[in-house]
């Protein structure tokens, strides 16, 4: 069975650039979270796709977009890049909607800069 | 809205020894579950183990070992014999009812170990 994967690990981009970051989901889940983790704090939820279709969407501004695709991997686009986004970007998937019973399970991460 | 609170920013433990880490969390859905993961310095966050809050029994997997006391919103973690690979950030989580639209997890601020 293969695990929640993410692409690319590390990436360095200038104020106002876009950037585009990857997930796989686990096989057999159409479920995929986007969370945010600034240094020292725990994660923040950026938004959730189900089959598709954003189901959830945490604080952040509509810069945040992301897309689910047929095979339920998943896109996070950030547009008009600003210093605050530099954090590690979290992808995690689950089987899906089961509700408070349901577990999540993570990628290793993207960690972006932003100069 | 939910919160967890993790009021322990770091913890030691020697080897073999047991370790509590404290959680505590608030929320007004009916049904909820709590999760604690561990995050390494590599940054991946690792499924540790699950309670939901209609469990009578408190989860356990392996060294781990989930303290639920449902009246007074706790979750704390209880590690059994530790090992040097024990050393990493602590996050306790929750998540909502569905039907509340909270599908999201929320986290605490973490313990480092």
């Known amino acids: 069975e293969t695990g929640v994967t993410q692409s690319p690990t590390h990436l360095i981009k200038t104020r106002g650039q876009q950037v585009t970051l990857r997930c796989s989901s686990q096989s057999g889940h159409n479920t995929v979270s986007w969370y945010q983790q600034a240094l020292g704090q725990g994660p923040q939820f950026i938004f959730q796709?189900?089959?598709?279709?954003?189901?959830g969407r945490g604080n952040f501004p509509p810069r945040f977009s992301g897309l689910q695709f047929p095979n339920y991997s998943s896109e996070l686009n950030v547009n008009a890049l600003e210093l605050d986004d530099s954090a590690l970007y979290l992808c995690?998937?689950?089987?899906?909607?089961?509700?408070?019973?349901?577990?999540?399970?993570f990628g290793p991460g993207t960690r972006l800069l932003v100069l | 809205a939910q919160k967890i609170t993790q009021t322990q920013p770091g913890m030691f433990v020697q080897e073999k020894e047991a370790v509590t880490l404290d959680c505590t969390y608030d929320?007004?859905?009916?049904?909820?579950?709590l999760f604690w993961y561990k995050q390494p310095s590599s940054g991946e966050m690792i499924f540790l183990i699950y309670?939901?809050?209609?469990?009578?029994q408190n989860a356990t997997e392996g060294r781990y070992s989930l303290n639920f006391q449902k009246a007074r919103k706790s979750a704390n973690l209880v590690i059994s014999a530790s090992q040097l690979g024990d050393s990493a950030m602590y996050f306790c989580a929750m998540r909502g009812d569905a039907n509340f639209g909270n599908e999201k997890l929320t986290f605490g601020t973490g313990t480092r170990l």
């Open positions: 309670q939901g809050s209609y469990d009578q």
């Open positions: 929320t007004s859905d009916p049904s909820y579950g």
């Open positions: 796709y189900y089959r598709e279709e954003e189901n």
């Open positions: 995690a998937s689950s089987p899906g909607l089961a509700g408070a019973t349901e577990t999540q399970y």
